[in-house]
């Protein structure tokens, strides 16, 4: 390019890579508007949010407006739904999107009519003059061609005052269909001429299948390397056909994990790649002061999705492969397919249809390389391919163990002097199209394997891995935070929710606690003594008055409320959580309050949906869960091993949105994870006065804490 050249200005969120008005939203002639974003439905509410911002922007009723599933041959490519950023990247898009629709067709009504555009309104999708005049519709240009041209960069989306859709709790677009049964789920999609597909899994990690099983008739078996599959007419067919053979398959097996109790040695011991985010030095004329010491450690953890995962692909005689996928990357799941499966990219496609979501990496994309393995062998047919239980909970990425070391430094009258903080473990981010080769699980399974790359940290400034979260939000003084990556993977680990927030939100504001406790300060003043932040200051004093004074009579012994605090990623919502606990025989959470800062809120219902499900899961995760593996394989495969939040368990829950309808949408899918854990952790030890330090918060780890 030139060095005169014009450069493009930049155009908001996930439209800056994705210019064409037409690769968003298509208006129909029967009087429908089509949006068609690259982000992914997983439960989050998404589509609805979308629908509701369309429908502002183009002056719509709400009911006009459907979203259609991604596909990679049809919508544009906005990377992953993860990072809590759908709205933001996703929503802003769209927003400009429409804003230009309507600006594009009023001018040329304007043109057509005489009228100034100015003076023209938009009812319903209807063009009407000062007068009441009809001049024309969306649906009446709808063949016209308006849309596919480039989104100019100069227009402007409506005052927060004119919207009359976003920011309310407009009814979810995907319930309908989920509460009442519809065929809505990739599990219930049919093909004529289907075939049932499973997977017969090793043994253990590093096993070798050396022995292949006769197969029955009416039993297809394909066989590379050590991976081996089966498929049949029906599923009952294929599910009892997997037992058998499971059984009869021949493996050769070696140990190659490590002793779990040895596992936080491990981590520090390394080999690890370190990375300094922050290193800023304590001030020099201050007087040296007290010391404190902490270190956390937070386990392996499975997502632990109910609905197990699920994939159909198709494989047609001349080498073009369609895939039907609850990826949440659909299009980094298209490159890793066609790496693996040697195939060029745009042989490849892969359909997002909805399933169990676990904002995070699941086997989803696993399943869809499963699946495709088979349908090469049996091209043609449609494969349908679904995991089993302990598939989900043994070979599904998990997110990585953490250890967290935090030395902070005080003045006498607790004042933070400098704060140290060393966080350790393997990479959160072996997402498909984000390596140089292929992180399916399958591909390391072939006779030509590719090798399992270590799992990366994505770049601080998008919001980390390891280190998310791990600058804290407080005035420390000096400051100094380091990642040191374990190049060893001996599980496959990836992104969970929140990433390394859960662990590094629990490090803080449990050492914060401590400091307070130390100086003789109130917890939430303390906190307040070293925050500039105004809506973070904001989000504190509102969760306190939400909970109320802690009741004294009637307390009980061994119940007590904690506090935790985070802005999410440090950009992102800000987030702050009491706990009251009661700790008998094991901790039960009894209620919960939340007070979130997110900007502004498109859909105040979905948004609260969000936080409370986050909240719940960091109960069950703070709780009860922990992976467990023996020198061979995982052990933790099934519920009982493996156990999660009942519904009787779930506390109440109490979520306040501070709305600012004048800030820029902020994502809330992950922000209430870390600060849960943490109030929890606070909770405890006002009930108890002890400090538990490794997750899960069990009856055993407390009696350890407590020496």
Not at 171 to 181: A, E, T, Y
Not at 304 to 328: F, K
């Amino acid at each position: 390019m030139r060095a005169d050249a014009a450069v493009p200005p930049k155009l908001p969120g996930s439209l800056e890579a994705n210019r064409r008005l037409s690769q968003w939203l298509h208006l129909s002639p029967d009087g429908r508007v089509v949006v068609t974003p690259g982000k992914v439905e997983i439960g989050q509410g998404i589509l609805t949010a979308l629908a509701q911002i369309a429908a502002d922007e183009l002056d719509v009723a709400y009911r006009r407006v459907s979203v259609t599933a991604a596909s990679t041959a049809t919508s544009p490519n906005e990377g992953v739904t993860s990072g809590s950023r759908s709205v933001q990247d996703s929503g802003l898009a769209l927003r400009h999107v429409c804003a230009a629709a309507r600006a594009i067709h009023l001018a040329v009504v304007a043109q057509r009519s005489g009228v100034p555009v100015e003076a023209l309104r938009v009812q319903d999708g209807t063009f009407l003059a000062p007068d009441g005049r009809a001049g024309g519709s969306y649906w009446s240009e709808a063949r016209s061609g308006l849309l596919d041209c480039d989104a100019p960069p100069d227009v402007a989306a409506k005052p927060p005052g004119a919207r009359r859709i976003a920011g309310t709790a407009a009814p979810r677009l995907d319930l309908p269909d989920k509460v009442f049964g519809a065929q809505r789920y990739i599990h219930d999609l049919r093909l004529p001429g289907m075939r049932f597909a499973r997977v017969l899994r090793p043994p253990s990690r590093n096993a070798r299948l050396v022995g292949v099983p006769d197969a029955p008739e009416g039993v297809a078996l394909i066989v590379d390397g050590s991976f081996l599959a089966l498929a049949c007419d029906t599923e009952g067919a294929a599910e009892a056909a997997a037992t058998r053979l499971a059984a009869r398959a021949r493996w050769e097996e070696q140990d190659s994990l490590p002793p779990a109790a040895a596992l936080p040695d491990r981590l520090r011991a390394g080999p690890v790649e370190s990375t300094t985010i922050i290193s800023r030095p304590r001030s020099p004329s201050a007087a040296p002061g007290t010391t404190l010491r902490a270190t956390f450690f937070r386990p392996y953890l499975a997502h632990g999705s109910i609905g197990l995962s699920c994939a159909i692909a198709r494989w047609s005689g001349d080498g073009m492969l369609e895939v039907w996928s609850h990826s949440q990357n659909i299009f980094g799941l298209r490159r890793d397919l066609a790496m693996t499966l040697g195939l060029p990219v745009e042989q490849v496609t892969v359909h997002h249809r909805e399933a169990a979501g676990c904002y995070g990496h699941n086997g989803a994309d696993d399943v869809a390389l499963d699946a495709a393995l088979v349908a090469r062998a049996l091209p043609g047919a449609p494969v349908r391919l679904r995991w089993s239980r302990a598939d989900e909970l043994s070979w599904a990425p998990f997110a990585p163990a953490m250890l967290v070391e935090v030395e902070a430094e005080t003045a006498a009258d607790g004042r933070l002097l400098a704060w140290r903080q060393d966080i350790y473990g393997n990479g959160h981010l072996s997402r498909p199209g984000m390596a140089a080769a292929p992180s399916l699980l399958a591909a390391s399974h072939l006779a030509a394997p590719f090798d399992v790359p270590p799992a990366l940290n994505p770049p601080h400034a998008g919001g980390g891995g390891a280190d998310r979260n791990g600058v804290p939000p407080y005035d420390t003084g000096g400051l100094s935070v380091q990642v040191h990556r374990w190049l060893e993977m001996p599980l496959r680990t990836s992104s969970f929710r929140a990433l390394g927030a859960m662990a590094n939100v629990l490090a803080t504001e449990s050492v914060m606690d401590e400091l307070a406790a130390a100086a003789g300060r109130d917890p939430v003043a303390y906190r307040l003594a070293h925050l500039a932040d105004p809506r973070a200051r904001a989000v504190i004093e509102a969760v306190v008055a939400m909970a109320g004074p802690q009741p004294m009579e009637g307390r009980g012994e061994g119940t007590g409320r904690g506090l935790g605090y985070a802005r999410y990623k440090g950009t992102s919502a800000w987030c702050a959580v009491i706990a009251e606990v009661e700790a008998e025989a094991q901790v039960k959470v009894r209620r919960l309050w939340l007070a979130v800062d997110a900007g502004e809120i498109v859909n105040p219902e979905g948004a609260a949906h969000q936080i409370e499900g986050g909240a719940i899961q960091a109960v069950s995760i703070a709780l009860k869960e922990a992976v467990t593996f023996d020198a061979r394989a995982i052990t933790s495969n099934a519920w009982d091993t493996y156990p999660i939040l009942r519904f009787s368990e779930v506390p109440a829950v109490d979520v306040r949105l501070m709305d600012h309808p004048d800030q820029p949408p902020l994502g809330v899918g992950e922000c209430a994870t870390g600060p849960t854990v943490a109030a929890i952790a606070n909770a405890i030890h006002d009930a108890l006065g002890v400090r538990v330090r490794n997750l899960p918060f069990t009856a055993d780890a407390v009696a350890a804490a407590m020496g």
